[in-house]
């Protein structure tokens, strides 16, 4: 029974345990009190995730007391701070496997260890430059699939504490890229995505300095294959080089993920994020200009240390100049280990409240306008399956990643199939497949 906390790259990871325990010879099962391995791939991103984590690993207790043989692993960014190891070894000794992001690989061996020998094992260590291949991988979703293309982050955001647990930028080769995906098309997934902490500073690591947009021109070359994402862009490395790119090559979504963060310069200044609001708003603009139709996703922080009310202006002003598709937007969380961790110029907790409900009620308007002009268009869809909430209702995506529920049938699964769009809501659309 497997537990994921977090990003997509929390979730390939996930994958990759589930396909290991299944060359070993275990059934995934959605019973967790019957289970004999309980995996919990944890996030450390913000504060509240890691609190419900720890909740979570001490109800497991009860099961372990009920079922001595049964094997508790708790892994991922969380496990990679040392002072949680300690905490979790010395409170919750339940806990059979602590194991890092960088040594999935030795699941199988520490499972086995723990079978034998009664132990706790423990692997979190740094492996450096090193990355190992040719991991089973257990794959949820049979139409869209997620390729991890590199590891790490190098940008060591003030805020941000994934730098710490997942290490410095490590780029997997391109045939190895290349060769999985192929095999992926291969067995009928239609969709990619390319996972990173930051995609656009993909191959600066390798030899020859292979860039991004040249990896996405040669899997756009691969037969089979529908649609090619990817994520995350940070605006720094977006080139207009990859911007092409993603205008040349026919099967790149009209999609792309960039992270404002803030529309404050000062504020981006205190973030460290190494470009300014009119920056931003020239980035969009590029994009805007070359790929007709583009949707465009972000990702914001409210109550940041230091924030004004007029810095909060100026995020409210990047978001109606843009016009997002859509934002996450987060109140800011203290991340121990972080350079804004220090900072003493707390922005108080009802002002920060006020800001988030201020941009989250204007972001909703224009997501919802943005949906609107959507009215009566007739879209491409890649059919996933059934929606969550009818036996009739099937779901999918546009090539601009808006979620569109209609009546179809099972025979539609897996292709591409034009809607004609009769209801708009905030969060997705709704239709009628014509021929």
């Known amino acids: ?108 061996e520490m499972l086995y260890s723990v079978l034998i020998n009664r132990n706790v094992a423990v692997a979190v260590k740094d492996c450096g430059t090193s990355i190992v291949e040719g991991i089973p991988i257990k794959r949820k979703d049979k139409i869209r699939v997620w390729v991890t293309i590199m590891h790490g982050c190098n940008n060591f955001c003030s805020y941000c504490i994934v730098p710490y647990v997942r290490g410095r930028e490590r780029s997997r080769r391109m045939e190895d890229i290349m ?23 993909y191959g600066k690591d390798l030899d020859g300095k292979p860039r991004f947009a040249e990896l996405l021109y040669k899997v756009n070359e691969i037969k089979g294959l529908e649609r090619i994402r990817f994520t995350t862009s940070h605006p720094k490395d977006l080139s207009i080089e990859l911007i092409h790119a993603m205008r040349d090559c026919e ?39 070359n790929i007709p139709g583009v949707a465009i996703t972000t990702d914001i922080i409210v109550g940041f240390p230091g924030e004004t009310d007029e810095d909060f202006l100026d995020t409210l002003d990047v978001v109606k ?69 009818s036996d009739k209702t099937y779901t999918g995506r546009t090539r601009t990643n808006k979620v569109v529920n209609f009546p179809g049938n099972e025979n539609m699964v897996g292709s591409l199939v034009n809607v004609k769009i009769k209801k708009t809501l905030t969060w997705s659309l709704e239709g009628e497949v014509v021929q």
């Open 1 to 108: 029974h497997i537990v994921t906390f977090g990003c997509q790259m929390n979730e390939n990871d996930s994958e990759k345990i589930a396909g290991m325990l299944k060359e070993m010879g275990y059934e995934e099962s959605d019973r967790l009190e019957e289970s004999h391995i309980i995996v919990y791939n944890t996030c450390c991103v913000r504060e509240h995730p890691e609190s419900k984590v720890f909740g979570h690993i001490g109800a497991l207790k009860s099961i372990k007391d009920k079922r001595r043989d049964v094997v508790i692993c708790i892994c991922g960014c969380m496990v990679q701070q040392e002072e949680i190891v300690k905490k979790i070894v010395e409170k919750h000794r339940h806990v059979d496997i602590i194991l890092g992001t960088q040594n999935l690989h030795r699941f199988p």
């Open 179 to 201: 060769d999985e995906i192929r095999a992926l098309a291969g067995q009928g997934y239609k969709e990619v995505t390319l996972l990173g902490q930051n995609v656009n500073s």
């Open 251 to 289: 099967k790149v979504c009209e999609h792309l993920h960039l992270p404002l963060q803030s529309g404050s310069s000062k504020v981006l200044k205190d973030m460290n994020r190494k470009y300014t609001k009119e920056q931003y708003l020239d980035l969009v603009s590029a994009v805007k200009e």
């Open 321 to 389: 100049k843009v016009e997002f598709d859509m934002a996450y937007t987060f109140i800011y969380s203290k991340r121990k280990g972080t350079r804004a961790a220090e900072r003493t110029d707390l922005v108080p907790g009802d002002i920060v409240k006020e800001r988030f409900d201020s941009l989250v009620r204007i972001q909703n308007d224009i997501s919802k306008q943005k949906n609107d002009s959507l009215l009566n268009r007739t879209l491409e869809i890649l059919v996933e399956g059934l929606s969550r909430t």
